[in-house]
């Protein structure tokens, strides 16, 4: 049965996949002292290492290693776990699962045993969430702000507004249900006004949301341009290693190349595209239907102009698909003279650099960041969101929102009571509160099996 109904005991691999100095294999459940019976003689005192043999049912020594058991309730998965740590090879570890798995217990799904310390009360929805994104973090920044959402930073900042929302709600329904007080709730000014400072506190929260979504999934930035305007070197030098074959040659680059870049820890999907130019020849033509494709998708693109070749930038930016924002990024400045900074007659925001010596790159860089909306913050001030977290914080916007007209414009109390129920309803999809079965199952099937 599944930890949705009356426990098994599950079992896997905690560790990755692969040769290693030490293999650990998790066990949670209500068979734990059996399989810990079985396999090493007894059940280990709690929260104690014990150096022991692990046994198969025939008694055949498999490994020696260390053995810890967890009682219920205070264990990662708030059940009886028995962590086995082992040697790492790939053989031994299954022949040791094995062993378990004899034993009366399962192998785990993917995430199953942090999605059993979410339904146990170890961790709400968005810890649970923190844990993938502390494992998958790509930065040093992404893993601190992991670990502020894992302790909880975003948990604290949704719970306060739902308890103000808790407050602003009895404050309206009650005077809604006792008209005999005399107490005319549409004519209280502070009703607004507390209206208006939760809206102040949501965009607040939003705002953080979105440079914790930054932080776990990075920006797409693709760089276009003509033939030999520098897009390969500006690639190289965002990235600050040869990722691009630069060449005078033009056409060089034909297909997506694709280079992983951080700017003070803001991951970024960096696309070098094929030069923008007529052509006959068909595999630079599909280069070109890929650059263009590309450039509809990114977040950002650099689009870079040669400014020793005179061109009118506006019909080059005519070229990019309709909804894509740009930087126009004016390179080999070195030629020409002009200097590094902002480009001030450009048809849209331009910063002037030379590929060459690099001038003009930390602009650049800081015009990236911008361009994300992302700010400078203590360790404390970040913390990992997820898309699903911003769509719920929109939510709730728009239902806040909509309580203040109902209670300004219309004068509609009930339906204002109803649109602040809307809100707080989905600042509780956020923790967990409000949840399905089929959320917690798109949520923990992208885990790695044994976390």
């Given at each position: 049965m599944?930890?949705?109904?009356a426990?098994?005991?599950?079992?896997?691999?905690?560790?990755?996949?692969?040769s290693?100095?030490?293999?650990?294999?998790?066990?949670?459940?209500?068979r734990?002292?059996?399989?810990?019976?079985?396999?090493?003689g007894?059940?280990?005192?709690?929260?104690?290492?014990?150096?022991?043999?692990?046994?198969?049912?025939?008694?055949?020594?498999l490994?020696?290693?260390?053995?810890?058991?967890?009682?219920?309730?205070?264990?990662?998965?708030?059940?009886?776990?028995?962590?086995?740590?082992?040697?790492?090879?790939?053989?031994?570890?299954?022949?040791?699962?094995?062993?378990?798995?004899?034993?009366?217990?399962?192998?785990?799904?993917?995430?199953?045993?942090?999605?059993?310390?979410?339904?146990?009360?170890?961790?709400?929805?968005?810890?649970?969430?923190?844990?993938?994104?502390?494992?998958?973090?790509?930065?040093?920044?992404?893993?601190?702000?992991?670990?502020?959402?894992?302790?909880?930073?975003?948990?604290?900042r949704?719970g306060?507004?739902?308890?103000?929302?808790?407050?602003?709600?009895?404050?309206?329904?009650?005077?809604?249900?006792?008209?005999?007080?005399?107490?005319?709730?549409?004519?209280?000014?502070?009703l607004?006004?507390?209206?208006?400072?939760?809206?102040?506190?949501?965009?607040?929260?939003?705002?953080?949301?979105?440079?914790?979504?930054?932080?776990?999934?990075?920006?797409?930035?693709?760089?276009?341009?003509?033939?030999?305007?520098?897009?390969?070197?500006?690639?190289?030098?965002?990235?600050?290693?040869?990722a691009?074959?630069?060449?005078?040659?033009?056409?060089?680059?034909?297909?997506?190349?694709?280079e992983p870049?951080?700017?003070?820890?803001?991951?970024?999907?960096?696309?070098?595209?094929?030069?923008?130019?007529?052509?006959?020849?068909?595999?630079?033509?599909?280069g070109?239907?890929?650059?263009?494709?590309?450039?509809?998708?990114?977040?950002?693109?650099?689009?870079?102009?040669?400014?020793?070749?005179?061109?009118?930038?506006?019909?080059?930016?005519?070229?990019?698909?309709?909804?894509?924002?740009?930087?126009?990024?004016?390179?080999k400045?070195?030629?020409?003279?002009?200097?590094?900074?902002?480009?001030?007659?450009?048809?849209?925001?331009?910063?002037?650099?030379?590929?060459?010596?690099?001038?003009?790159?930390?602009?650049?860089?800081?015009r990236?960041?911008?361009?994300?909306?992302?700010?400078?913050?203590?360790?404390?001030?970040?913390?990992?969101?997820?898309?699903?977290?911003?769509?719920?914080?929109?939510?709730?916007?728009?239902?806040?929102?909509?309580?203040?007209?109902?209670?300004?414009?219309d004068?509609?109390?009930?339906?204002?009571?109803?649109?602040?129920?809307?809100?707080q309803?989905?600042?509780?999809?956020?923790?967990?509160?409000?949840?399905?079965?089929?959320?917690?199952?798109?949520?923990?099937?992208?885990?790695c099996?044994?976390?």
């Amino acid at each position: 049965m599944s930890s949705r109904g009356a426990p098994d005991t599950i079992a896997a691999v905690a560790t990755p996949p692969g040769s290693g100095g030490i293999g650990v294999i998790r066990v949670s459940g209500p068979r734990v002292a059996e399989v810990a019976a079985a396999l090493l003689g007894r059940l280990p005192p709690p929260r104690r290492a014990a150096y022991l043999p692990f046994r198969d049912a025939g008694g055949r020594i498999l490994d020696r290693g260390i053995a810890l058991y967890f009682p219920a309730p205070h264990s990662y998965t708030g059940e009886d776990v028995l962590e086995l740590q082992g040697h790492g090879g790939p053989v031994v570890l299954d022949l040791v699962l094995a062993a378990v798995l004899a034993q009366g217990a399962r192998l785990a799904r993917p995430g199953e045993f942090t999605e059993r310390a979410f339904l146990n009360g170890r961790m709400d929805l968005a810890q649970a969430e923190a844990v993938a994104d502390l494992i998958a973090s790509g930065s040093a920044a992404a893993a601190r702000a992991a670990v502020q959402a894992l302790e909880g930073g975003l948990s604290r900042r949704v719970g306060e507004l739902a308890e103000s929302l808790t407050e602003l709600r009895a404050h309206l329904e009650a005077a809604l249900d006792f008209p005999e007080e005399e107490i005319d709730p549409l004519a209280d000014a502070a009703l607004g006004a507390r209206c208006r400072e939760l809206l102040r506190g949501l965009e607040d929260l939003l705002a953080g949301a979105e440079q914790g979504r930054l932080l776990r999934e990075g920006m797409t930035v693709a760089i276009a341009g003509r033939p030999n305007a520098g897009k390969s070197s500006l690639l190289n030098l965002l990235a600050r290693r040869d990722a691009a074959i630069v060449s005078h040659l033009p056409g060089t680059t034909r297909d997506l190349l694709r280079e992983p870049v951080q700017i003070d820890g803001l991951p970024l999907h960096v696309l070098d595209t094929a030069g923008l130019r007529e052509t006959d020849d068909p595999v630079e033509r599909e280069g070109l239907r890929r650059a263009r494709a590309a450039m509809a998708e990114a977040d950002r693109v650099l689009l870079v102009v040669d400014d020793s070749r005179p061109e009118p930038w506006a019909d080059l930016m005519d070229e990019l698909p309709r909804a894509a924002a740009c930087t126009l990024v004016v390179n080999k400045i070195d030629l020409t003279g002009r200097p590094p900074g902002p480009v001030a007659d450009a048809p849209a925001e331009a910063v002037a650099v030379s590929a060459r010596t690099g001038a003009g790159m930390d602009l650049l860089r800081e015009r990236l960041k911008a361009a994300m909306g992302y700010r400078e913050a203590g360790d404390g001030g970040r913390f990992t969101a997820r898309r699903r977290h911003l769509q719920a914080l929109g939510r709730a916007r728009a239902h806040l929102l909509a309580a203040l007209a109902r209670l300004e414009e219309d004068r509609a109390g009930e339906l204002a009571a109803e649109e602040l129920r809307l809100a707080q309803r989905a600042l509780g999809e956020i923790t967990g509160e409000v949840t399905s079965e089929d959320l917690l199952g798109r949520i923990f099937s992208t885990f790695c099996i044994g976390k």
